[in-house]
Structure formats: C-alpha cells, structure tokens
C-alpha cells in the first residue's frame, strides 16, 4: 500500500483480555517496529523486525508483550492479560530495511483498557 | 535508554522564525532526527542529520548540531500556522535502529 496501515484505529477492552493489534507495511519494506506512545510522552520503541526474525525484542515490557511477523510484511502486536497501564497509542513503523535509518509511521492503534 | 530532552512548548507569530531545541544522551548516535506529529495523526519524518555534519538545510528548516554539547536544533523560518505541531527529537543510542524521542516541543503559531 502506499502508506503504514494498522487496524483497529480503536480498541477498547476489559482488564485482563487478550488483544492483537495490526500493522500493513509498506510493500516491499523489509524492517518493521512496534512504538508505543503514551499520553503527553514520545514514542517508545517496543521490537524491531528485520524480515521474519526479531532482530531487537529489548523494549517489550514483559511477557505479556509478544510480536509475530511470519511472511516478513504484516505484523500483530499481542498483548496477553492486559492490564489498565497498556492504554496507549500503539505505532507501527516501516522502513527500507538498509541504508538510511529513516522511516514511516502509521497512524497508530489507540488501546484503551478499563 | 536515558532521557532525551527538550522544552514542553513554544509560541511565535506567523512569519517568524522558530528554534526548537533538543539534548540528547548517547556520542555514539549515528543519525539524530525531527519527527512532526499533528493531532490524531502519526509521525511524519521531517528531516535528519548524519552525526558527522554541523549543518542541514532543507527548504525553510535548518538543523544545527553541537557534538560537543550533545546539543541539537531546528530552526523553521517563516513559520506558518500549518507549522503548528508537536515536533520530536530522536536519536539512535549506540547506532540500533531503535530510536529513542524525546516528549516533544508543542509548537503554537498565533496568526
């Protein structure tokens, strides 16, 4: 597509639910990562995928926090037993993979948990 | 990683020239960036600098970086009220491809 597409836009739960979040990266765009951005701070990196592999995991908070990434484009971010401190806007981003650093956020997914 | 910073908000009148300011952490960054965030959107790069250049310009935004003082900034001139955003700086510690923001600087352009 031409843009970083994640879905849903929304997505609000109960306390203790499992929830996926979605991210379509840009085609052809082999490094993909996962930011999380609270209320008033900036982004948080989370995981960074090159291809298939997670090639740095070192920002998941815990083991609640998991991400695949199977055919090397679509992304799901999972979160296990949520708790009320997850709410954020969950961003995704992607990149050319080599060369420049630069690359290109989604709008994000908001999660709301109560 | 340790905490890049940078002030919490600044306001100038359309046409003038606007500076934000921005401390990061780590010498060995490889690239340093500005990232522009408008309400209910997502992050829009705005330009970078390579850690071995003093000076970038693009258009109407100029980046200014002072290695020594760990210290970078973005002077946007003729600012237009389009401009109005919350503009991030971010940095990649140690040359990951992780980047770590700062809080962001609320630039408000009064007409």
């Known amino acids: 597509g031409a843009g970083v597409s994640q879905t849903p836009s929304n997505k609000v739960t109960e306390k203790g639910k499992y929830v996926e979040l979605r991210c379509d990266p840009i085609s052809g765009h082999t490094a993909l990562y996962w930011y999380r951005q609270s209320l008033g701070q900036g982004p948080e990196f989370l995981i960074y995928f090159q291809g298939t592999g997670a090639a740095d995991d070192s920002g998941l908070p815990n083991d609640r926090f998991f991400a695949v990434r199977p055919e090397g484009s679509v992304s799901t971010l999972k979160i296990q037993r949520t708790e009320r401190g997850d709410s954020a806007v969950y961003l995704c981003a992607s990149g050319p993979g080599q060369g420049s650093y630069g690359y290109t956020f989604g709008s994000g997914t908001r999660l709301t948990v109560v | 990683g340790e905490d890049v910073e940078q002030s919490l908000f600044l306001s100038v009148r359309e046409g003038d020239s606007s500076v934000i300011n921005c401390t990061y952490t780590?010498?060995?960054?490889?690239?340093l960036y500005w990232y522009k965030q408008e309400p209910g959107a997502g992050l829009q790069l705005l330009t970078y600098i390579f850690s071995n250049m003093d000076m970038k310009q693009d258009q109407r935004l100029t980046v200014l970086l002072n290695k020594k003082d760990k210290h970078l900034s973005l002077r946007i001139a003729d600012t237009q009220t389009g401009d109005s955003a919350i503009y991030f700086c971010?940095?990649?510690?140690?040359?990951?491809?992780?980047?770590?923001f700062g809080s962001g600087t609320r630039l408000q352009v009064q007409p």
């Open positions: 780590d010498s060995s960054s490889t690239y």
């Open positions: 971010a940095e990649n510690q140690g040359g990951r491809r992780a980047l770590t």
